[in-house]
């Protein structure tokens, strides 16, 4: 019988401990078909407790099913999907949060109109007094959103102002700080830098690596390289569906994790075309050699 615990907001979570290295999650071989159409295929990926694994692809690289697969929203046709080294096949978000799996989207999942504690606690509020006298229990509410914040690293002066008044880093950093109170020790971030400006994507970096240091094993969904390397520790790039790249980060640098992210392949192949252009200038493209990263080896970065 599977023993439980809880979260720090008194949940009930499934018990797992973490595999070896803090292994949390595991993906081997794993894809996904959608009738004739193979979305994802032959895919291995692996999350570690306090270590940050990105994952990125262009428009159809198959980013977005990867994410619906580990946070329960869709099965996968093939492969193995393994929690705490044990397989598991979600069939709702419901499960995945139950064993501390949450995704972070863009859209956030707020009331714009609503003030920060009560997004924060939206769907899960605390309430006080007997039945059938039960009621919100506010000032618990606005405390304990206030701590986790400030655990987060988030000073805000004023709970009750509305979150749409919030820039959007600041939306983003609160909806981390949600999660990890709510159990998560698998974060999964979808593209959460995609609409923010330079200034406020450093502001949720810095709180990526926060969670990273808190010991959460956090999937970062990406189309920026340059946002990966500040502060991945795995990179893990697709294309079509398959995993190209899979390499820790003292094995890549920048520049060519960047090439592959941009389809440095097919850039090579059109330099030569390219220089009979007039006026383009092709020397900062990548030739055939200059792509020697690791390709397609295993999360560990071996073949």
């Not at 799996?101 to 007094?129: C, H």
């Not at 406020?200 to 969904?221: E, H, N, P, T, W």
């Not at 690791?294 to 999360?299: E, F, I």
Request: glycine share 12%; charged share 20%.
């Amino acid at each position: 019988m599977t023993d439980n615990t809880t979260g720090t907001h008194g949940a009930v979570l499934q018990d797992g401990a973490p595999g070896p290295d803090g292994l949390l999650v595991e993906l081997r071989g794993a894809g996904k078909s959608y009738g004739n159409i193979r979305a994802l295929h032959g895919v291995d990926l692996k999350v570690h407790a306090g270590r940050v694994t990105c994952v990125l692809g262009d428009n159809g690289a198959g980013k977005s099913t990867l994410i619906k697969i580990i946070s329960g929203l869709h099965q996968h046709t093939e492969g193995e999907f393994l929690v705490d080294g044990q397989p598991v096949r979600f069939t709702t978000p419901r499960e995945a949060l139950d064993r501390g799996i949450a995704a972070v989207y863009q859209d956030l999942a707020t009331v714009p109109l609503m003030p920060v504690w009560r997004n924060f606690f939206l769907g899960s509020e605390m309430t006080k007094g007997p039945w059938p006298l039960r009621r919100l229990d506010i000032a618990r509410m606005k405390e304990t959103a206030d701590q986790e914040l400030r655990n987060m690293g988030i000073v805000l002066d004023d709970l009750e102002q509305p979150i749409g008044t919030l820039s959007g880093g600041q939306r983003q950093c609160v909806a981390i700080a949600r999660a990890v109170y709510f159990g998560a020790r698998v974060l999964i971030l979808d593209e959460p830098t995609a609409a923010l400006g330079v200034k406020q994507s450093g502001v949720v970096l810095k709180y990526i690596a926060a969670a990273r240091d808190r010991g959460l094993g956090v999937i970062f969904i990406t189309h920026n390289p340059h946002h990966a390397y500040m502060v991945g520790d795995h990179f893990s790039v697709l294309r079509l569906g398959t995993l190209e790249l899979s390499a820790e980060r003292s094995e890549i640098g920048l520049e060519e994790l960047t090439n592959h992210m941009a389809g440095g392949a097919e850039l090579a192949a059109l330099r030569h075309e390219l220089a009979q252009v007039r006026g383009v200038d092709v020397d900062e493209l990548p030739e055939d050699g200059d792509l020697g990263a690791p390709v397609a080896t295993s999360p560990e970065g071996t073949p």
